[in-house]
Structures are given as C-alpha cells and as structure tokens.
C-alpha cells in the first residue's frame, strides 16, 4: 500500500509536539515517535479498525490522547489528521 499525507497532517503532528515539549523537554520528541509507530501500525494492517462515517478509520495514540485519523482509497492510506481525543472528530473533516 501507498501512503499519502493531507498538507495539514504535519503541521496537527508538529503543534502537538510542541505543546508537549514545552511540557517536559523530551516529551514532544516521544510524541512523534509514538505517532510515527502507530503510522507504521496502521500501514501494516490499514483495515484492522473499523470504517466510521465517510470511510474515517481511526486509531489511538499509546500514551497520548491524540487519535490518527486515515481512510483507505484503493491502495493508498490517506492520513488526514492527528486530533486530540477531546475534540469532536469532525473538526478536522475538511480534510475529505
């Protein structure tokens, strides 16, 4: 399977990791490395969660309450955001 990022998915990833590190120095960088492992997880099996509504899968960060949100279009994984589990999921549904 292919990947593709949304513009915005980067910029979700850097935001957070800066809050974070302003939090504790070191702890951004566990973010995106948290982040880029659950990428690689869901590369590996894309339809291991479950479709939502408009084809939205999602999974869990490990220690963090940020979800990625992605969807599958033939053989592409689209990433679309990284959201804070507190936000509504459809914050960020401009990016279909």
Not at 12 to 25: K, P
Not at 34 to 44: D, N, P, Q, S
Not at 54 to 59: E, F, Q, S, T, V
Not at 63 to 88: K, M, N
Request: no cysteine; glycine share 8%; aromatic share 10%.
């Amino acid at each position: 399977m292919n990947r593709l990022y949304h513009p915005e998915f980067e910029t979700d990833l850097i935001a957070a990791a800066r809050y974070y590190e302003q939090q504790s120095v070191g702890l951004g960088h566990d973010f995106i490395a948290i982040a880029e492992t659950t990428v690689e997880t869901i590369m590996a099996d894309p339809q291991r969660w479950p479709e939502r509504q408009g084809g939205i899968r999602r999974m869990q960060l490990d220690r963090f309450p940020f979800l990625i949100r992605y969807r599958i279009s033939g053989d592409t994984v689209q990433f679309l955001s990284v959201l804070h589990g507190a936000r509504h999921p459809d914050t960020s549904s401009g990016r279909l």
